[in-house]
């Protein structure tokens, strides 16, 4: 039997939390930092942006697509899964990321985590799904459906799609994700629903934190840097870069109540990203 390892954990949010500019975070509204423009040449950015994008047309046109039609057939969807995993670690080869993590040794390869990340750029999710751990599912947007082939083989690797805009069935996904973490999965969220603008950490959503309170799973905070800069939002370029995740502590969820304890912990869990992405703006 596997040995545990020790735990690092917050407590809930109270005077200790992380601190950025000076104060604990007390409320769930947007934050900015600092952002240096990339002095490199935004021509060869756009031509490596339009190269990466592709890259990942070839990847999901050539490679999953037949892969998926084939896995299918045989009834073994889930083998599509170390396919997903060298597809996302050979597309930030094609973008120029080198990728840095740091924290492994705050996750138990024997839990199941909801990852509660940072979100400014399509790096992250690659970025997420690679490194964070070996059995990884992530929470999308529901417009990612949409693509075609890629929205399809979405199911494949226990990506599930939520529709904020339609409770019942947005409850309905959590269900979902609840199963896949019954199985010994974690789940990766992008806790701000969207991609923020570079320098930016847009308020949380609170369905990964509905999710960690429904199956007793910690939530692990976890800060992204420099993918702003590599291929921000509304930008059009792409450069190269290493990229930098940071895993922190978890916060334990079990036996907390919902309703009592959701803020203070959705409060923690971004005092702890805050904190670790303004010590990264003031250092560089």
């Keep these: 039997m596997a040995t545990a390892i020790p735990e690092k954990t917050h407590s809930l949010a109270t005077s200790a939390s992380p601190l950025v500019g000076g104060d604990a975070i007390s409320d769930n509204k947007l934050l900015t930092f600092p952002v240096k423009q990339s002095s490199k040449s935004r021509f060869f950015g756009k031509l490596r942006y339009w190269w990466s994008w592709f890259v990942a047309g070839s990847l999901i046109l050539l490679i999953a697509a037949p892969s998926m ?105 959590m269900r979902k994700a609840k199963q896949v973490m019954d199985d010994g999965y974690s789940f990766g969220v992008f806790v701000e629903g969207t991609r923020a603008m570079p320098g930016e950490l847009l308020p949380f959503k609170k369905g990964a934190f509905h999710l960690a309170f429904q199956t007793g799973s910690p939530i692990i905070p976890v800060a992204i840097r420099n993918t702003d800069r590599m291929m921000g939002k509304r930008t059009g370029v792409a450069y190269a870069g290493e990229i930098e995740m940071v895993l922190l502590p978890p916060i334990e969820t079990a036996g907390l109540n919902a309703d009592e304890h959701l803020m203070d912990v959705l409060l923690e869990t971004r005092s702890a990203i805050a904190a670790e992405l303004a010590k990264v703006s003031a250092s560089g």
């Excluded at 080198?98 to 138990?108: Q, Y």
């Excluded at 990612?144 to 990506?159: A, D, E, H």
């Design 69 to 173: 039609v084939f896995l299918s057939i045989i009834n073994r969807r889930m083998w599509l899964f170390p396919l997903c995993k060298w597809g996302a670690r050979t597309w930030l080869n094609a973008c120029g990321a080198k990728v840095k993590v740091t924290g492994l040794d705050n996750v138990d390869p024997n839990r199941s985590y909801v990852f509660a990340s940072n979100h400014r750029s399509y790096l992250d999710t690659a970025t997420l799904f690679f490194y964070a751990g070996s059995k990884m599912g992530l929470v999308a947007k529901k417009e990612l459906l949409k693509v075609p082939i890629f929205g399809p083989g979405m199911s494949f690797v226990n990506i599930i799609a939520i529709d904020r805009s339609n409770p019942e069935r947005a409850i309905e996904s």
